[in-house]
């Protein structure tokens, strides 16, 4: 690495071609906060996403019944009062159409879009010791150069197509509910196929089946859901929670998920059958991802989770009449390892229907794909769509999907190879002024995920200023401190038992992906990390 540069100084004589101080690829929550932070310290900021326009996971996943399952009053921003204040949520879980409304609110309040291009994808980038500069190829087979790169391609956006003999072939849409099209979907009338039963299938099945001529929701592993309850938001619940945003906030940074619940101050092992089933009711009657708070272990203790899915288990029984169904339904992992599912009231009820069938992959496993529908088992289902509600490549999917190569030529793919590796789960060794919003390695997808982009932002940004007023052109996390990272969020899922159960937490839904426990689990811990080494003067990073 060269000690020629300077943010602001000679560095920037000697980098004439330079375009950009900074190239942030991607243009959802955390490339759109990105950009107005870098702004802020007077940067010269481009943002390119593939996409045709803001919104990131919230511009792809349209698909009919998407929603949040974090409540709208904490699924937003924080980092502007006026904006927290004059954003009038109407729904206590939003709908993906308000989110983009949002988004689209705040893009045009911070005048956000004359330094994005959108329908851009950027292919490629590599680091240039000499300038201490990116070069990053966007889709059009231009190179621009930046001092700064930052992926802000989200954790949850590479969409996972299974390799299906035949698909191809299929005479009609096959949509993945990752890549909804914009243009109305023709439901009514048609047989449907829905492949899988993640939180995505979860939500779009009910709403197809409500018009459509019949839907088969093909299983391969059985779901826990639990109700969202979801209401219109009461005026005064709005006012009381606005006039102390800050301190609402505060509070929900106190908990593992960065999210507001009460956290139950027992075991699930010290009460009996009917407390159990007192407290997990009420939990189910005030809805969503909280369920699981009802006692402070069901993340930690095997016996403690069993009492979360018995309760789950009995409700399924309760709501599902055709008793051979009912038993296909029932799910038999630990709940929750992979990430619970939480609907509009309406999936297990939706077996019910008449034109609503299960195919159940374990006995009957997907054969091929033919033009006029799925083969499964020994016969075949004839349908006029196909819905892969199949899932991501989740964390590491998006920022392989661009060919990065680093301070020694090596590829992020290569240095990849065996499980992702970074430090604060935002910086990579061998890859300098390059950052990663919640990435591999942060609590992203086991926390509300906008105060972890907060978060990863604003230390980002710190961090970037700090470069500036100290005259540092580069900055690039040590391999020990990024080993030492990489062991401490190990050791910490290790402490529960989240690892326990196959999913994309462990990257195991990606046929041949590493099995490596991917989110780090604890905010406040995070922040506290994250900030203490920014304290200690960028603690296991070298700057130049
Ligand atoms: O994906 P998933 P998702 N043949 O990976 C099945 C967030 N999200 O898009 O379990 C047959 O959870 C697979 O089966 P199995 C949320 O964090 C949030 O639903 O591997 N089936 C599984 O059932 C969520 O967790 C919201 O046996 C195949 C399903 O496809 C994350 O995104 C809404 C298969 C994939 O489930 C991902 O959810 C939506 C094959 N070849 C998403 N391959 C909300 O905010 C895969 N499957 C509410």
Redesign the pocket.
Known sequence: MTDNATVNGPVAESVKEIDFDTVIVGAGFAGLYMLHKLRSLGQNVHVYDAAGGVGGTWYW?RYPG?????PSMEYSYQFDEDLQQEWDWTERYATQGDILKYLEHVAERFDLKRDITFNMRVDGASFDEETCTWSVNTGDGKTVRSRFFIMATGC?SKP?I?D?EGLDSFKGPVIH??RWPKEPVEIEGKRIAV???????I?VAPELAKTAKHLML????P?YTVPNQNRPLWPDEKDAIKRRYKAFRDDAHKSRAGILYTLGEKSALEVDEEELDREYQKKWEIGGLGFTAAFHDIYDNVEANKTAADFVRKKIRSIVRDPEVVEKLIPTTLIGC??LC?DAGGYFEMFNRDNVSLVD?REEP?VRVTPNGIVVGERELEVDIIVL????DAFTGALLNVDLHGRTGKSLKQKWEDGPKTYLGHSIAGFPNMFAITGPGSPS?LSNFLPSIEQDVNWIGACIKFMQDNNYSCIEASEEAEDEWVKHVQEVADASIYPLEN??YVGT?IPGKPRVFLPYIGYPSYVERCNAVAEDGYKGYSLM
């Open positions: 996943n998407a929603r949040c399952d974090v949850l996972h299974p299906i509910t990752g492949i899988g039963t993640g939180s995505s299938s939500q093909l299983q391969r592993t779901a992979k990430r939480v992959l997907i509600g199949t899932g991501f997808a999913s994309w839904n």
